[in-house]
């Protein structure tokens, strides 16, 4: 089993961006970057129509590095291009919210297993770093912030599964993120007081952890996954 610390992924996660702002950022990579934020945040909903222009207008940019733009988003799944008119946001698929979860669920479920098979100090350091997660959400939460909110979500579901020490399934887990972002704007721009619910069912997740009580954990998460699930029903993402 993987013995290195809990958040040892998360400091070469922190020097991964670091070095990411240090270095000069290109004019494709700036369009990229903005379109796809606007995508995730839910700014763009799914059947949006923008054009290169729009877009070039909008940052100061001309429309060749938003052209590559495009077409790396649309590589992505997050944009179909239409020419002569620009793009269209993708809506998420019907099946693709219960596909997330499902998988999501699966690697949780499995990521706390391996971690309660470990030493007790593996699991205190483990349940810390979560407890910190935790308490990042208080402030958005209390102030319903929904998309400051959304990335620390996204952030604490990951920590449970990097706190395993299975650096595989952590990159697996992460790569779902563009997608689990998405879905839970859209679950959540509607209805933002259901964020303190969301709170509170993660500081269960963590309680269940810390007591070593997988069973409790795997139905918790089921319910919150259920929960998130029955909010996306209906309409376009």
Not at 73 to 86: Q, V, W
Not at 110 to 129: C, I, K, P, Q, Y
Not at 165 to 170: K, M, P, Q, R, Y
């Amino acid at each position: 089993m993987d013995t290195s610390p809990p958040d040892s992924a998360h400091r070469q996660d922190r020097q991964d961006r670091q070095d990411r702002q240090d270095r000069p950022v290109s004019a494709a990579e700036r369009a990229y970057a903005d379109t796809k934020e606007r995508i995730l945040a839910g700014d763009l909903p799914g059947g949006s129509l923008i054009s290169e222009v729009e877009v070039a207008d909008r940052i100061g940019l001309s429309r060749t590095p938003v052209r590559a733009a495009f077409l790396r988003l649309e590589s992505e799944e997050l944009l179909r291009l239409i020419p002569k008119r620009g793009a269209v946001v993708v809506p998420v698929p019907p099946h693709e919210a219960a596909n997330v979860l499902e998988v999501r669920e699966a690697l949780e479920c499995a990521a706390v297993r391996r971690l309660l098979a470990g030493d007790d100090d593996r699991l205190a350091e483990a349940v810390t770093l979560l407890r910190r997660r935790l308490s990042e959400q208080e402030a958005p939460a209390r102030d319903l912030d929904v998309d400051t909110f959304t990335r620390l979500d996204q952030a604490f579901h990951l920590a449970i599964v990097a706190v395993s020490g299975n650096s595989l399934a952590e990159r697996f887990y992460a790569s779902l993120g563009d997608r689990q972002r998405r879905m839970a704007v859209h679950a959540l721009r509607p209805r933002p007081d259901r964020l303190s619910v969301l709170a509170r069912e993660h500081e269960a997740l963590v309680r269940h952890i810390a007591a070593r009580d997988e069973t409790a954990f795997a139905a918790a998460l089921r319910r919150h996954l259920d929960d998130t699930h029955r909010a996306l029903d209906g309409g376009d993402r």
